[in-house]
Each structure stands twice: as C-alpha cells, then as structure tokens.
C-alpha cells in the first residue's frame, strides 16, 4: 500500500510469536512485521515523521518469558533460575494491568500496568541492506523502547524511495532492558500518520510525545549506543531548538536522562531523554513539510 503524507492508516499486527488477535498463528515468530508501507514523496536524504495515534491490545491475554536471557545476569543468578518457558498473561483493559495467568510465587499479587507500546517500527535500510528484524540501527528497527506508545511521535531518516515503513512486535507493557528477552507479547492494532520532512535527515530516530524529546541509538555496545544517542540529542538542540553548542552540552549533562530501552538483543539500544519544560523558552526551527492531503 502506498500512504500520501497526512494519511492516517489503521491496521493490526501479530504478535512476536505471529499469533493474531483470535489466536491463530499465522506466520513464523521472530517478530513477523505489518508493511512495508511505501510513503508518497519520501526520499533519500528526507525524514520520514509517523505519528503513533494509538495502540491497542486486541485479544485478553499476552505471553512473555519467566527467566533473564543468560548474558544479562551474573552466571551464579543464570544457573538457579528456573527452567525456561513461555508465562501467559490476562491482559484486563478495564483495570488497565496485566496479571499471570499462573500463581507467580510471589509475596504479593503482581499486576503490571498496561502501557502498550510497538517493539519494532521502521524503515528500509541503507545500502539495500535486508536485515533480520530481531535487531535495530539508524532505520529503527527492534528497538523495544517503551517510549514508543500512544501520542508519541516517531522521526526516521530515509535511505530508499517509498521510506518503506513497517512495524510490529507489540506489547502490552516491557519494562527498560527487556532482560528476559520478552515483553508482555500480544497482537496489537494501530492507528498511525504519516508525513514528510523534505530535505533534512535526522541521523538517529528521534521522539517526541507532550513532555519529552529522545533520541534513539543503537550499537553492539553499550557504551557506542550512548554516545551515539547523546551526539544525536546535541545536533538536534543546536539544529531545530537553535541553543547553541555550550548551552546544549550544560543542558544535556544536568538534564538527560538515559533509558536502556533493550539490552538483549545482538544491538544495545539506548535513548537520552530531556524534558521539555527544561527549554520550552527555546525557539523551534519549524521544519518544511509536504503539504498535507
């Protein structure tokens, strides 16, 4: 399907394990994606600006994994914990938590607060690259960032004609670090906009919802993806909020916070988060867009 700027597209996803809203599986899991979706008017060297209207759990219960992947704990913790397996969650809307379908053992009641999010959104690589999508870069990707939910707005650069957008491996809620390698995995449907900055590339995919800008990055470490994600928050203080170079450093340093949005997977991803009541007295460069259909 082709999008025109402005268009706002409704659609579903399966779950990581490509299970549906009625508990079909329909398709291998490893994260199956929903697209691509081709944007009218997008280009190399173009931004590609998706607005995350709403994501919403379609079924009442979710799956996720009951023990840390290995190489995140010490191995003393990994040789006690129990065998691995999938847990499945009932997902009440009406409350608005998850709680285990089985007893956890735990002391008190566990309910988790649902906070539905996408894993994966994205665009096509550079280079024509195909890349297995249980893993993130500069196009997105896997990024498990729970930053990524409902009013939030998600800024990628363009390396292909169309951006070729796509998305998926929703969740229910995940907390920072996805450690047991997992979220509360559910089928998911979404409502999304698309639109176009023409002529300017964010290096790194950027965010923004009503109280806080981040940026994303994305490295085989943990310290590359840091830096990557601050170096990114500074160009985008300096280019679009025109705070210059000092002011920026002094801001980010007593400011940022860093979120490890996924520490499992072959890439770290990282993202510094301001706050925008720390420089609402800032002026903002608006950015050219398509005009709207």
Wanted: glycine share 10%.
């Amino acid at each position: 399907m082709t999008l025109d700027p402005g268009m706002v597209l409704e659609t579903h996803c399966v779950d990581a394990y490509g299970v549906d809203a009625d508990g079909h599986q329909l398709t291998r899991c490893d994260n199956p994606l929903t697209g691509p979706f081709s944007i009218a008017g997008a280009e190399p060297g173009d931004t590609l600006v998706v607005e995350l209207k709403s994501i919403s759990p379609n079924r009442d219960y979710g799956t996720s994994e009951n023990t840390p992947v290995p190489s995140i704990v010490d191995p003393d913790i990994a040789d006690i914990m129990p065998a691995r397996r999938t847990n499945r969650w009932i997902i009440d809307k009406a409350a608005g938590v998850a709680r285990p379908a089985q007893a956890s053992g735990a002391a008190v009641e566990l309910a988790v607060p649902l906070s539905p999010m996408l894993g994966c959104i994205g665009v096509a690589p550079d280079k024509g690259q195909s890349i297995w999508c249980g893993t993130s870069g500069r196009y997105g990707g896997n990024m498990d960032s729970p930053l990524l939910g409902s009013g939030s707005t998600l800024y990628l650069p363009v390396f292909e004609p169309g951006a070729m957008l796509y998305l998926g491996d929703g969740h229910a809620a995940q907390g920072d670090g996805e450690i047991c390698g997992a979220g509360i995995e559910v089928s998911v449907d979404v409502v999304l906009a698309v639109n176009v900055i023409k002529g300017r590339q964010v290096m790194w995919p950027r965010g923004e919802d009503g109280d806080w800008i981040w940026v994303v990055g994305n490295a085989r470490s943990l310290e590359m993806a840091l830096r990557y994600s601050a170096s990114e928050m500074l160009r985008w203080l300096m280019a679009e909020f025109e705070i210059e170079a000092s002011a920026a450093c002094m801001l980010l340093a007593q400011s940022a916070k860093f979120d490890i949005a996924n520490a499992t997977n072959p890439m770290v991803t990282v993202a510094c988060r301001l706050a925008k009541s720390r420089f609402l007295s800032s002026r903002r460069r608006a950015p050219a867009r398509l005009t709207e259909s």
